[in-house]
């Protein structure tokens, strides 16, 4: 038999569209002479569907009419439980559409990106493709993810950080620690999103003020970096886990006069039918001398493994044109479009590289399994009266 692959995406994020059309290149690069595929869609609600129509991407113009036909599905938060149910049952027959081999979860944003969708499949123990809930968390915060970089040595622009809360207690606190600490230009991010969503430049306290106002409709917790004004932008790929990776040739993104590449263009620069990050402009290889490469790649590389990453991801990095200084800005844990175009100007078609995810998600759960996790003794039953160690204080008998 062969098998079957549940691809999850959508999700209660504001990144939910892009999802869609990440997850339909990724399905329709699979291999279906050697897997099945099971589609599950996650709404804006956090309903889950699945069936063949959630396949066509023009469907999802009209969300209601697509969900009519499809199936409402759940997944038992039961470890080695690993079938899809369907919510509304069928008197007679079988609850279960499907029994799941494998996941791959092409999300991104809050939600689904972030851990809290990997904590799911890693609490039922379906092997699953890409980072495990830690790295996802760390990887999508963007505070705790320079705090780690920089720990390790990785050089990150300089920042700070405060919550809503204290922006709208310390307002002007914070307007002069950004003007003493960091200096006009400034970027505002939520701390927890990407696709440019909620970000902006701030060149004076007037436009921080709106910048930061902007960005706290979508995170509790805000970030402002100090801006590299001759920017130059690489992305880099890493493929693999912890402690066997590789790294892709290198992009340079193309921005079309703003400060930062923004989600229209990003998402909507192809126009009608844009197929995501794949429709950005793009120099693939960047045009960089051979140390500069070198030095991108080892550096994509070292955040992949210090923050313990897994599957594919995307590491941004930020070049200073006048001093040459290299930056990472963030990485993305499952990014856009797989990066599946920096994998095959490497040398590695779409459809490799689904099947590579799905061996080391397999690798993985191999691996999880060999650990010890829980013991078979019973602490309660070890013991009469007193307990262990001295009695289990607070127990009547």
């Known amino acids: 038999m062969k098998t079957n692959i549940g691809v999850i995406f959508g999700g209660r994020s504001t990144e939910h569209e892009i999802s869609v059309i990440s997850a ?5 690069a ?36 697509l969900l009519a036909k499809a199936t409402e599905v759940y997944m038992r938060p039961v470890y080695g439980d ?67 970089l920089r720990s390790e040595g ?23 620690r950004v003007a003493s600490e960091l200096g006009y230009p400034v970027i505002v991010k939520p701390a927890d ?27 509790a917790r805000i970030i402002v970096e100090h801006m590299v004004q001759q920017l130059q932008e690489i992305n880099c790929s890493v493929l693999g886990d912890v402690d066997d990776y590789r790294t892709s040739v290198l992009e340079e993104p193309v921005k079309i006069g703003t400060d930062f590449l923004t989600y229209d263009q990003k998402y909507l620069g192809g126009g009608k039918g844009s197929k995501g990050m794949q429709s950005a402009q793009k120099r693939i290889p960047a ?7 070198k030095r991108i790649q080892y550096l994509a590389g070292e955040t992949f493994r210090v923050l313990s990453c897994h599957g594919v991801s995307r590491v941004d990095m930020i070049i200073d044109r006048d001093t040459r200084d290299i930056f990472v800005n963030e990485i993305n844990t499952i990014p856009g479009s797989l990066s599946f175009y920096l994998w095959e100007a490497s040398g590695i078609s779409f459809a490799e590289l689904m099947e590579r995810l799905v061996r080391l998600a397999l690798k993985r759960k191999r691996d999880e399994d060999s650990k010890t996790l829980t013991y078979d003794q019973n602490i309660f039953s070890m013991s009469r009266g007193a307990g262990v160690k001295g009695g289990i204080k607070g127990i009547k008998k």
């Open 82 to 148: 690993f079938n899809l149910y369907k919510v509304k049952r069928s008197l007679l027959g079988s609850d279960v559409v499907t029994t799941l081999d494998v996941v791959i979860p092409v999300v991104h944003g809050s939600n689904v990106e972030d851990g809290k969708l990997e904590g799911v499949l890693q609490t039922i123990g379906i092997p699953y493709a890409g980072c495990n809930t830690l790295a996802s968390a760390n990887g999508m915060d963007k505070i705790t993810m320079k705090m780690i």
């Open 24 to 28: 339909n290149q990724a399905i329709n």
């Open 30 to 65: 699979i291999d279906r002479e050697k897997y099945d595929i099971t589609p599950i869609y996650i709404t804006k609600q956090g309903h889950w569907y699945t069936g063949d129509a959630l396949l066509d991407l023009s469907a999802y113009r009209n969300v209601n009419a």
């Open 193 to 219: 999103l990407g696709s440019s969503i909620g970000i902006g430049a701030a060149h004076n306290a007037e436009e921080l003020v709106e910048r930061i106002n902007d960005a706290e409709r979508y995170s």
């Open 154 to 176: 990785i050089p990150v622009v300089d920042y700070i950080w405060f919550t809503d809360r204290q922006w709208a207690e310390q307002r002007e606190a914070i307007i002069d």
């Open 287 to 293: 045009e960089l001398p051979a140390e500069e490469t």
